[in-house]
């Protein structure tokens, strides 16, 4: 099916993700307001915006885990199931990287990568074990790969969450603030590997502060304020010339340290 | 030296020399008292002939012992069928009470309550008087580890519950966010490390089944408890048997809480700060 929509549309113009009108409140708050967008394959897109502007809440709902009130949302222009086998077929291939690593702490650093593909995708388990240690050198936990979780700098076992995530071979990945839980020290060695998989061509969806990250490698950075999208823009317009009043107060307010 | 070794040390602060001094004297005292306790205790045994020869000879005998050992092996058997089945029923209730659809919710919370607030004595007596009226016989281990079981069943839940409830909402959007199904979210992520934090627990509620297999008299069911009382009419000794008894119950206890320290240590899971 990939491959017959590769034949007939340009690859970089596929759109992966879209939201159409998205609507989300929790009881009175207004948490997503009208929300448009598109993501194409390979592209990343920064959300940023102050606490509270619905960031992380609208990379959530791209994988369901929060529901939308009305709206669309459509991954590679099917509508978002909204629940059973067609929801948990889909969130596999999406996949999701938290602010707290959320690794299975039960499970060793290995067993954690190696459980989507074979509980879920049902691959045989010698394959995947090789595959995953391939994964695991990549982001460079591989020497940890017998240890529990929490046996773990912060920095390696969000590494070791994006090994997990990859080892479904997602069509996108949602970041959500994956560097806000980290000591200062550590949080390089997380961007690092996602930077790597941004220049792999990974289709990216990232919430986070991390400024120089979105500078560096996003190709569209998006500005939230209030739960509604204020401004979109190449990252060097956004920063240099922001367009709206929010998004200047918020650049100055974090310049400002 | 590792300075907070024990919760007392981590919740008050380090005494200064008048409180050490002050400590030693209420400790010296206080023993002093359990000791003269003690030794009044055992003089009132003393007046009473508790240590005549009589009360104590029969546990020099081998087939005193062989049948204590029968007893125990009875106590094993009906506390480990009990355990198992208090841990299937009270999961069985936990996950009613987990459950999304209302009136199965509902359910788990009422037999939960039901359970829990109704004593042992009572099932055993259901089971004992009334079931056999309704045709069914059972045999007589499970005419006591049935309801004491169901009688644990209802706080076995709770406790499994209180494990789900401690395992971070962040574990379950990860195992949702590879595809896994709510099934499986559960089975594979959630439920074996709830059963991690809740070990010392279970295993007290454990402690709370062996000490009610000793209904088992009331059934005739050959229990230590029941052993002893054969013991006491054949001897006519009364204290030292139910000492002797009291003491096995204890040792038995002792090992349990023994073992449950050891599963939660080599449990292995550090939990992880998250949401």
Known sequence: MNSEVNVTEKDSDKTIVELKHVEKYYGELHALKDINLQVKKGEVVVLIGPSGSGKSTLCRTINRLESINSGEILIEGKKLPEGGAELAGLRAEIGMVFQSFNLFAHKSILDNVCMGPVDVLHRPKEEVKKEAMELLKRVGVDSQAQKMPAQLSGGQQQRAAIARSLAMHPKVMLFDEPTSALDPEMIQEVLDVMIELANEGM?????THEMNFARRVANRVVFMADGAIVEENTPEEFFTAPKSERAKEFLESINRH | ??????????????PDAGTRKKITLVTVVSLFAIAVFMLYILKLFKDNGQFDEKYWSFFMRLTTWKFIGEGLLGTVE???????????IGFVFMVMR?????PLNMAGTALTEFTRGVPT???IYFFFLYVPKMGINLPSIWRVSLP???SASGMVAEVLRSGVNAVPKGQREAALSIGMRETMVFTKIIFPQAIRYVIP???SDLVIVVKDTTFSYIVNFPDLMQNAKVLISNYDALLSVYLMAAVIYVLINYLLNKVSVTLAKRGGMVPVVGR
């Open chain 1, 203 to 207: 289709t990216m969806i990232v919430v």
């Open chain 2, 1 to 14: 030296m590792n300075e907070q070794r024990t919760v007392r040390d981590a919740l008050y602060e380090q």
């Open chain 2, 78 to 88: 009906a506390s480990l069928l009990a355990g198992v089945l208090a841990l299937l």
């Open chain 2, 98 to 102: 987990i459950s999304f659809y209302k």
């Open chain 2, 121 to 123: 004595l009572l099932f």
């Open chain 2, 148 to 150: 004491v079981a169901i």
């Open chain 2, 201 to 203: 627990a279970l295993v």
